[in-house]
Protein backbone atom coordinates (compact mmCIF):
# COMPACT_ATOMS: atom_id res chain seq x y z
CA UNK A 1 0.00 0.00 0.00
CA UNK A 2 0.87 3.69 -0.45
CA UNK A 3 1.08 4.28 3.60
CA UNK A 4 3.83 6.00 5.64
CA UNK A 5 5.05 3.41 8.17
CA UNK A 6 5.44 6.34 10.89
CA UNK A 7 2.71 8.99 9.99
CA UNK A 8 0.19 6.70 7.69
CA UNK A 9 0.55 9.48 5.28
CA UNK A 10 -1.45 8.23 2.36
CA UNK A 11 -3.22 9.05 -0.83
CA UNK A 12 -5.73 12.09 -0.53
CA UNK A 13 -8.49 13.05 -3.34
CA UNK A 14 -8.59 16.56 -4.39
CA UNK A 15 -10.91 18.69 -6.05
CA UNK A 16 -9.17 19.75 -9.00
CA UNK A 17 -9.83 22.59 -11.56
CA UNK A 18 -7.50 23.70 -14.58
CA UNK A 19 -8.71 27.47 -14.11
CA UNK A 20 -11.65 29.56 -12.82
CA UNK A 21 -15.18 30.13 -13.23
CA UNK A 22 -16.01 32.69 -15.10
CA UNK A 23 -15.55 36.55 -14.64
CA UNK A 24 -18.79 37.89 -15.76
CA UNK A 25 -21.22 39.30 -12.97
CA UNK A 26 -21.35 37.75 -9.66
CA UNK A 27 -20.59 33.99 -9.61
CA UNK A 28 -19.68 33.80 -13.26
CA UNK A 29 -21.33 31.96 -16.40
CA UNK A 30 -22.07 28.51 -16.78
CA UNK A 31 -20.53 28.81 -20.75
CA UNK A 32 -17.15 29.82 -19.07
CA UNK A 33 -17.31 27.39 -15.91
CA UNK A 34 -13.71 24.97 -15.93
CA UNK A 35 -14.70 21.24 -14.91
CA UNK A 36 -13.80 19.92 -11.57
CA UNK A 37 -11.93 16.72 -11.54
CA UNK A 38 -11.09 14.41 -8.88
CA UNK A 39 -7.31 14.65 -8.47
CA UNK A 40 -5.21 11.81 -6.80
CA UNK A 41 -2.33 13.15 -4.56
CA UNK A 42 0.33 10.69 -3.61
CA UNK A 43 2.66 10.41 -0.90
CA UNK A 44 6.49 10.80 -2.03
CA UNK A 45 7.46 7.35 -0.09
CA UNK A 46 10.80 5.29 -0.17
CA UNK A 47 11.79 2.31 1.43
CA UNK A 48 14.49 1.94 3.97
CA UNK A 49 15.45 -2.00 5.80
CA UNK A 50 12.52 -3.08 4.23
CA UNK A 51 9.77 -0.18 5.19
CA UNK A 52 8.13 2.15 3.77
CA UNK A 53 8.60 6.00 4.56
CA UNK A 54 7.76 9.46 3.37
CA UNK A 55 10.33 11.74 3.04
CA UNK A 56 10.35 13.92 6.44
CA UNK A 57 9.98 10.55 7.76
CA UNK A 58 12.54 9.12 6.62
CA UNK A 59 15.00 11.82 7.15
CA UNK A 60 14.12 11.66 11.36
CA UNK A 61 14.60 7.88 10.93
CA UNK A 62 18.17 8.10 9.32
CA UNK A 63 19.31 9.98 11.59
CA UNK A 64 18.39 8.02 14.43
CA UNK A 65 19.62 4.82 12.43
CA UNK A 66 23.31 6.65 12.35
CA UNK A 67 23.72 7.89 15.84
CA UNK A 68 23.05 4.34 16.71
CA UNK A 69 25.00 2.37 14.73
CA UNK A 70 27.73 5.28 15.38
Do not use: E
Not at 3 to 23: E, Q
Not at 39 to 64: A, D
Amino acid sequence: MLVCTVCNKGMKRLAYSRHKKGSSGGGGTWKLRAPIHSKIQRPNLHTFKGQKYCTKCLRVVKKIFVVVSA
